[in-house]
């Protein structure tokens, strides 16, 4: 299966993804992952998949360490992630695309650009 075309299976589903189930099911019993690890796995999962197809088009390196320190850190160290180049900022326009479709709120998403003081 050609990467395009994984990449748009993968969006499709996220697409027809009920949002409610993954909230249900939240505070189900022992052994099952929260919402919070659900959401950083698919994030975790979404990022690889992104980033191998536009991986030579100008994504920063400092983008890639932020996104792959977020996901390391469980997706709970903040939003830290400024996106500098043009790639950067279509990278992360469809990862937040991705992550709505999942079911994830804005908030989830690692991305600002502090202005300095």
Same mark, same amino acid.
């Given at each position: 299966? #050609?990467?395009? +075309?994984?990449?748009?299976?993968?969006?499709? !589903?996220?697409?027809?993804? /009920?949002?409610?189930?993954?909230?249900?099911?939240?505070?189900?019993? /022992?052994?099952?992952? $929260? &919402?919070?690890?659900?959401?950083?796995?698919?994030?975790?999962?979404? &990022?690889?998949?992104? +980033?191998?197809?536009?991986?030579? $088009?100008?994504?920063?390196?400092? %983008?890639?360490?932020?996104?792959?320190? %977020?996901? !390391?850190?469980?997706? #709970?160290?903040?939003? =830290?992630?400024?996106?500098? #180049?043009?790639? =950067?900022?279509?990278?992360?326009?469809?990862?937040?695309?991705? !992550?709505?479709? %999942?079911?994830? !709120?804005? $908030? %989830?998403?690692?991305?600002?650009?502090?202005? /300095?003081?």
């Amino acid at each position: 299966m #050609s990467r395009a +075309l994984h990449l748009m299976v993968l969006l499709t !589903a996220m697409l027809v993804t /009920p949002i409610g189930v993954a909230s249900a099911q939240q505070g189900a019993g /022992p052994g099952h992952k $929260t &919402w919070q690890e659900r959401k950083c796995a698919f994030y975790a999962e979404a &990022w690889r998949e992104l +980033l191998a197809s536009s991986r030579e $088009t100008g994504v920063t390196e400092e %983008f890639i360490r932020g996104n792959e320190a %977020f996901i !390391a850190a469980g997706c #709970s160290n903040g939003a =830290d992630i400024c996106s500098s #180049s043009p790639a =950067d900022i279509a990278l992360a326009n469809k990862l937040t695309i991705a !992550a709505m479709n %999942f079911g994830t !709120a804005s $908030t %989830f998403l690692p991305f600002v650009c502090r202005q /300095p003081q």
